[in-house]
T-cell receptor, first 114, second 117 residues
């Protein structure tokens, strides 16, 4: 089945130690997104890639970076995690941008910062 | 102003009964999409149903239907014949046209549904 895969499902890191979360998709979708969801809140978009074009949200901290080496993979790098970065990180894909297409989410990675 | 409003923080429903989860939205775009997602305690965001702003008929997907009232700007989710496995958080979301290259789902605050036997 076509799907969005995130690894690992749970990640524990230390304060200030760089961490990378990964996302892959077999849907061959053009757009990939990273959302951050803190406890009891709605997801918040960090950035998205439309093909190779990177689009950052205005309020995304510089501590968060992303890479998309090919259509299938997208990575979220947190350069110096703080305690406030503990959250669920959700990757999503969409065939294209705009109001018509559905965004499909992966299972998420729960990040714990010690 | 809130773009997506879900006024029910929590709802209870008995197994096999129907339940309606409310959602109102605010947009000046003519073209937009409305979505409902289910998020169980595992954290995965599961797509349930989509309604386009130009769709004249209400969307249905199995036990899920979307009661779309464009003039009232409401997009309520109806779950028929509730099952215990329907217990989860439910998010209403909207996707507008592109503006300044931003392309995101705007989520409501969610409604936690509990189904009891």
């Amino acid at each position: 089945d076509a799907m969005v895969i995130q690894n690992p499902r749970y990640q524990v890191t230390q304060f200030g130690k760089p961490v990378t979360l990964s996302c892959s998709q077999t849907l061959n979708h053009n757009v990939m997104y990273w959302y951050q969801q803190k406890s009891s809140q709605a997801p918040k978009l960090l950035f998205h890639y439309y093909d190779k074009d990177f689009n950052n949200e205005a309020d995304t901290p510089d501590n968060f970076q992303s890479r998309r080496p090919n259509t299938s993979f997208c990575f979220l790098d947190i350069r110096s995690p703080g305690l406030g970065d503990a959250a669920m990180y959700l990757c999503a894909t969409s065939r294209t941008r705009g109001p018509v297409d559905t965004q499909y989410f992966g299972p998420g990675t729960r990040l714990l910062v010690l | 102003a809130q773009k997506i409003t879900q006024t029910q923080p929590g709802m209870f429903v008995q197994e096999k009964e129907a339940v309606t989860l409310d959602c109102t939205y605010d947009t000046s775009d003519q073209s937009y999409g409305l979505f409902w997602y289910k998020q169980p305690s595992s954290g995965e965001m599961i797509f349930l149903i989509y309604q386009g702003s130009y769709d004249e008929q209400n969307a249905t997907e199995g036990r899920y239907s979307l009661n779309f009232q464009k003039a009232r700007k409401s997009a309520n989710l109806v779950i028929s014949a509730s099952q215990l496995g329907d217990s989860a958080m439910y998010f209403c979301a909207m996707r507008e046209g592109l503006f300044n290259n931003t392309d995101k789902l705007i989520f409501g605050t969610g409604t936690r549904l509990q189904v009891f036997p």
